[in-house]
């Protein structure tokens, strides 16, 4: 345990290993369709992966369909793995149907690899990074749950981030040379930076927060706090991780390559646990309040 | 798909996958405990390596807790996956925890194998074998719901063989060499010889029902048909599958060795997807009723 997946040493390599769960009434908001939540069950898993830099090869899933399901609805869900398939290039190579008192689909994910991009490598001084902006996720589940309201143009990348999350594997790929830590954020940014702190015994001042395109007006329209979007969000799917100082211009070359983007948001420092946002002269602590499934009373 | 697991080409060798779902409603029956459950959900995965003649390496899971689910249940759950990582010398690699509306575990499982027994390598003239004796299960989930009544000794076998299913790995890596094909009889002893019988393309003769002791006299008590608890039952967890005739003799004697046992049930035949019960001069049909989780309307 203790990473975002598995590594069973295998020969001179390693099967890299990970199982993903989506249930219906945490991950499903309004307006997703099957096909799009079975994309996403495997999604969740790709994101991992990436993040770990290493290539998926297949997955198998487990479903539990309610009782009366139609075939309409397995029809979906076979289109919906099927998008994956071709998205990220794995193989689906089988799967377990049962009847569930709601929909589950597990995932469980496999690939080959010599090494990975661990939680636990970060540094004092070297530079922490995301593979994009923060706050889509977050804001689509409002504007889906009617609880929230945007301009058109912002609302639509808004929903889609939310419908149809997009882990960016070849980005993964390209960066997993030059990051010396990373894990996807998929529980929230400041879940995210928190765990590369503990894992690795360092501590993370955050200079400047991957704000998305237009969250911070949205923000404002909502009546809602920018940084809490930003920060404890969460389904964003992106990679938080830390390069040496040294070699960041690399890895910014190798992530645009790859169509992707590489952003500075702030620097690992000596003081282990201590996240911070500096503001100007002062700096304020961010809590770890990442996102987080399992809510005990 | 179109086996019991899934085998993904690696070097030389084969990555041999399997997932298998346990649903609180349709797979835990009265009586058995999260802890019971939870190695329950890895019997199941052990069944099908062990029918196909390899050792599984590590798994992992995926938990769907119910809301309000108690450190207590989730320590039980992790007492049931260290009995069978001491069960079967299996490595329990990581997991993912959830939020879900009853009890539900994935259990995602790997090994390798340079081959594996298939289901489709039956031949007429082979002999038709299981690796124990069928009826206990669905005489157990009837005590267990309180639908029979039978004698203590016998409901004691009967309900254990529920609770804590008990695949014989030992026994499937010492057949391997010696079956043409075979799967696991979770779902029962009629859906498996059909399976094979279809996949092979062959018929099959069955000449001696696998009886379990005590099963006549339970069926009787209980006005139950010991055929179809014998055919139909489900949930027991042993290999079926066929051995060329010369060869079953060092075929039971490998079983044997292993601690098991190897009955002969019947014979192949070259009547495609026939598949028949002999009773003296004659014969019947044995429909291909066997237990299935997905029931649509």
């Known amino acids: 345990m203790g990473d975002d997946v598995a590594a069973v040493p295998r020969g001179k390599g390693k099967l890299i290993l990970k199982v993903d769960m989506l249930v219906e009434h945490t991950d499903v908001p309004p307006g997703m369709t099957y096909r799009l939540a079975a994309r996403k069950s495997v999604a969740m898993c790709v994101s991992d992966f990436a993040a770990k830099g290493v290539r998926p090869d ?6 539990g369909l309610k009782r009366g399901a139609t075939q309409a609805q397995v029809y979906e869900l076979s289109s919906g793995f099927r998008d ?11 799967g377990d149907t049962n009847e569930a008192s709601e929909l589950v689909i597990d995932c469980a994910m496999a690939g080959f690899a010599e090494g990975l991009v661990s939680r636990r490598g970060a540094r004092a001084g070297d530079i922490l990074v995301t593979s994009g902006a923060f706050g889509y996720p977050p804001a689509g589940l409002k504007i889906l749950g009617g609880k929230a309201k945007a301009a058109a143009g912002f609302a639509a990348k808004a929903r889609t981030s939310v419908l149809k999350p997009t882990p960016n594997l070849r980005v993964g790929l390209a960066l997993a040379p030059f990051l010396t830590s990373a894990m996807d954020s998929s529980d929230g940014l400041s879940r995210s930076v928190h765990t590369l702190a503990r894992e690795s015994g360092v501590g993370f001042e955050v200079r400047n927060l991957p704000v998305g395109i237009g969250v911070p007006e949205f923000a404002r329209a909502n009546n809602l706090d920018v940084e809490k979007l930003v920060l404890d969000g969460g389904e964003e799917y992106l990679i938080v991780g830390t390069v040496r100082k040294s070699r960041i211009a690399e890895a910014r070359a190798a992530a645009l390559r790859a169509g992707g983007t590489l952003m500075d948001i702030g620097v690992a420092t000596p003081d282990r646990d201590i996240v911070v946002l500096r503001r100007g002269k002062g700096v304020t602590p961010i809590e770890d309040s990442g996102w987080t499934h399992l809510r005990r009373g």
Chains 1, 2 share one sequence.
């Open 84 to 94: 994956a398939v071709r998205e990220w290039g794995v193989h689906m190579v089988g």
């Open 58 to 63: 297949s997955f198998m899933v487990s479903l």
